[in-house]
C-alpha cells in the first residue's frame, strides 16, 4: 500500500488527473454500455411484441368479421330476401321435383357473395327427412349420394345447439368429394325454424357451410407482410386449426401442449416463452374460443439487437477514446500555461518582478495568472511604500531637524524686520512679514505626517493672504467647506503647493481678475477637494497627457524623484504611495476656462488616518 501511494503521490498533477479522468469514462462508458444494451433489449423486444400484438388484434378482428359474416349469411340463406319461399319449399319437400327455383335463388346469391375476400366450398340445405340435400359448391366440389347426415355426431350437435350457429375445427368432410385433400374445411352449421308459424318455432332443417382454410392464409397475407415467424390458430384442446406454413394444420402442436390452458384461460394479448429459443404472443378469438398465436425465434430478436448494441458499443468507444484524445490535447495546452505561471512565481521568488505571462482567454488558468500578477504589482507597490517612502521620510526629518537648528534666531530675526518696517510706517511689508513667520513656526512645529482638513485650510488661507497683499484687488478667492468635514484628516502640506501652481501657470500670464475657489465634499466614504481658477487653462491632449502621467506617477523601478520637486506629481505621488491607487489627483478644464484639480482621499477622522499612516509605515 505504501508503495502505491508513494508511486501516487510522486505523479504529476497532469497524471493524476488524466487518470482520474480516465477511470472515470471507462466507468461512465461501461455502465452506459450495459444500460443502453439494456433498454435496447427491452425495447427492441417490445416492439416486436407490440407488432405482433397488432397482428393479433388486426386477425381477431378479421376472424371476427368472418363469424358475423357467415352467421349473417346462414340467417339470409333462412329467413330472409327471395331465398325464403323456395327453401321452405324445399324443407316441406314440397315441389321436390321441381329444384329449379331454389337453384337459380342459390346460384344468383353466391356468385356475388363469393366474389368476396371468402373461399367458401359449399353450402349444404339438409331437410329432417334425409331426403337429398339441396348443394351449392365452388370448383367442381361435389356431394356423396345419399349421405346419412343425419347420423353423423357432428348432425347432432348442431341439432343441439338450438339456434345458434355452430363452428366445427379443421376437417375433411367425407361427404364431400373432388375436393383437394390438402384444402382442409371450416364448418359453419345452424339449425332453421319454421318462421311462419312462430307459435310453434319447429326446427324444419340445417344449413350447413364448408370454408375452406385457406381463406386464413388468404387473410394473413392480406394484413401482414414480411413476415418471418410463424402463426396459428388454435383451437381449444390445442388442435391446430390453421398453420400458416402448412405443417400442423390439423395436428396438435407439441410446443403449445402445456400451453393451452393458459391460451384459454385469459383474454386480450398475453405474452409468453415457449422454451429458450422461442417467444409466443397470443390472443383469445371470443366468439370462436379460438387462440389466435403469433410465434417469434428468438434469433429474429437477437440479431437485430446484436447489431443495434454492436453499433452503440462502437459508437461509445470512438466517443471515448475522441474525448480522451481532446482531453489530453487540451489539457496538455493548459499544463504549458501552468508551468509559465510556475516559471513567473519563482522568478518573482528571486527578485526578477518581469510580468507574469498573460493570454486573451478568460479561463480559470488566466484568473490565476491575473492574480499572481496583481500581487507582483502589490509587491512592487508595497516595496515602493515600504523602502523608498520611508527614505523620503527620513530626508524629510534630516531637513526638518536642519531647520530647527535654531528656530528662535529665525523667529527673532523676522520679528526684527517686521518692527523695523512698522517703525518706517510701512504696514503692508510688516503684515506680509508676520503672515511669513506664522507660517514658517506653523510648518515647522507640526511634526505629524497628517494633521485636520481644518488646519491645512488656514495654512492655505495664510498662503493666499500673501498673495492677496501681492495682487490686490486683482485677486479673489473663496473657500467652500462645511464645518462637519473639517475633523477630517489630510496630508501635511497637500493643497498649498496645488494653490501654489495655479498662481506659477495659471495667473502668471492670464488676464485680470484672478478667481480662485476651494470646495470639500463627502461622497461614498471618500473626502474630495476640488481647487478651481479661471486661469489659462490647458489644451485637451496635454490635459490626456497629464493624467496619463499622474496614472505611472509611481515608477515600478524603484527610482524615486527629488525632495526637492514640487508639483501635482508629488501631491499626487505621497497620496498613492500612502493610499491606494484609486485615490489622487485628476485635473480637467472648467467652465471658467481654467483648470479644475480634483484631489481624491479616503474619508478618515484625523486621528484614524494618523494610525493608518502610522501602522502602514511602522
Known amino acids: 500500500m505504501s508503495i502505491i501511494k508513494k508511486f501516487w503521490n510522486n505523479r504529476s498533477l497532469f497524471t493524476k488527473i488524466a487518470l482520474y479522468y480516465t477511470i472515470t469514462v471507462v466507468c461512465l462508458a461501461i455502465f452506459i454500455i450495459i444500460f443502453t444494451t439494456k433498454q435496447v433489449t427491452e425495447e427492441v423486444t417490445d416492439l416486436n411484441i407490440s407488432l405482433h400484438n397488432n397482428i393479433l388484434n388486426n386477425i381477431s378482428n378479421y376472424m371476427e368479421d368472418i363469424h358475423t359474416d357467415i352467421n349473417n349469411l346462414t340467417k339470409i340463406i333462412a329467413y330472409e330476401g327471395n331465398l325464403q319461399n323456395p327453401l321452405y319449399s324445399f324443407l316441406y319437400s314440397k315441389d321436390s321435383n321441381n329444384p329449379i327455383p331454389l337453384d337459380q335463388e342459390f346460384s344468383r346469391f353466391f356468385l356475388d357473395f ?9 353450402i349444404i340445405v339438409l331437410n329432417n327427412t334425409d331426403d337429398a340435400p339441396h348443394f351449392w359448391s365452388s370448383n367442381n366440389i361435389g ?9 353423423q355426431d357432428w348432425y347432432s350437435t348442431v341439432k343441439d345447439s338450438a339456434r345458434q350457429m355452430t363452428v366445427f375445427k379443421t376437417n375433411e368432410p367425407n361427404y364431400l368429394i373432388n375436393f383437394n385433400a390438402n384444402k382442409q374445411m371450416i364448418t359453419f352449421a345452424r339449425n332453421v325454424y319454421d318462421v311462419q308459424n312462430i307459435s310453434e318455432l319447429r326446427d324444419i332443417g340445417t344449413i350447413v357451410v364448408n370454408l375452406q382454410v385457406d381463406t386464413f392464409e388468404k387473410m394473413f397475407e392480406s394484413l401482414v407482410s414480411d413476415f418471418n415467424g410463424q402463426f396459428y390458430i388454435l383451437a381449444e384442446d390445442g388442435t391446430v386449426i390453421f398453420d400458416y406454413s402448412g405443417k400442423f394444420t390439423g395436428q396438435h402442436h407439441p410446443p403449445f401442449h402445456n400451453l393451452v390452458s393458459q391460451f384459454n384461460s ?47 458499443i462502437y459508437i461509445v468507444v470512438v466517443a471515448i477514446a475522441s474525448a480522451f484524445l481532446m482531453f489530453l490535447f487540451m489539457f496538455k495546452r493548459f499544463f504549458k500555461r501552468l508551468q509559465l505561471i510556475l516559471k513567473s512565481i519563482h522568478r518573482i521568488e528571486k527578485g526578477n518582478f518581469e510580468p507574469v505571462a498573460r493570454t486573451s482567454k478568460r479561463d480559470e488558468i488566466e484568473q ?13 507597490e508595497f516595496i515602493n511604500k515600504s523602502y523608498i517612502s520611508n527614505i523620503k521620510q527620513q530626508e524629510a526629518e534630516l531637513r526638518t531637524l536642519q531647520m530647527q537648528i535654531n528656530p528662535h534666531f529665525l523667529y527673532n530675526t523676522l520679528e526684527s524686520i517686521r518692527m523695523k518696517a512698522s517703525l518706517n510706517n510701512d504696514a503692508e511689508v510688516a503684515d506680509m512679514i508676520k503672515i511669513l513667520a506664522d507660517l514658517f513656526r506653523w510648518n515647522v512645529q507640526d511634526k505629524h505626517m497628517v494633521i485636520s482638513l481644518e488646519e491645512e485650510i488656514e495654512f492655505v488661507t495664510a498662503y493666499l493672504d500673501i498673495q492677496k497683499i501681492r495682487f490686490g484687488d486683482r485677486l479673489q478667492y473663496a473657500i467652500h467647506i462645511p464645518s462637519e468635514l473639517y475633523g477630517y ?9 496645488i494653490v501654489e501652481n495655479t498662481f506659477i501657470h495659471g495667473f502668471e500670464q492670464g488676464n485680470y481678475p484672478h478667481f480662485l475657489e476651494i470646495k470639500a ?29 499622474l496614472q505611472h506617477a509611481i515608477s515600478t523601478n524603484y527610482e524615486y524623484q527629488s525632495t526637492e520637486q514640487i508639483g501635482l506629481t508629488n501631491v499626487h505621488e505621497r497620496i498613492n504611495r500612502l493610499f491606494h491607487s484609486f485615490f489622487g489627483l485628476h485635473i480637467a478644464s472648467n467652465e471658467m476656462g481654467g483648470i479644475t484639480v480634483t484631489v481624491r482621499l479616503p474619508a478618515y477622522y484625523t486621528g484614524e488616518m494618523r494610525d493608518y499612516v502610522q501602522n502602514d509605515y511602522s
Do not use: C
Request: glycine residues 6%.
Open 368 to 380: 490565476i495568472a491575473v492574480s499572481i500578477d496583481n500581487m507582483r504589482l502589490k509587491l512592487i
Open 489 to 497: 484628516g489630510i496630508l501635511k502640506l497637500l493643497l498649498q503647493p
Open 521 to 549: 465634499v463627502l461622497s461614498d466614504k471618500e473626502l474630495i477637494i476640488s481647487i478651481m481658477d479661471n486661469g489659462i487653462g490647458m489644451s485637451a491632449e496635454n490635459i490626456i497627457q497629464f493624467n496619463k502621467k
Open 114 to 122: 363469393n366474389n368476396s375476400r371468402y373461399n367458401i366450398a359449399s
Open 266 to 312: 385469459k383474454e386480450g394479448n398475453q405474452y409468453v416463452k415457449l422454451d429458450g429459443s422461442k417467444f409466443a404472443s397470443y390472443k383469445k378469438i371470443p366468439h370462436f374460443q379460438w387462440t389466435a398465436v403469433t410465434v417469434i425465434p428468438e434469433t429474429q430478436i437477437s440479431s437485430g439487437i446484436d447489431k443495434i448494441n454492436s453499433t452503440i
Open 143 to 151: 356431394l356423396v349420394n345419399n349421405f346419412p347426415f343425419s347420423k
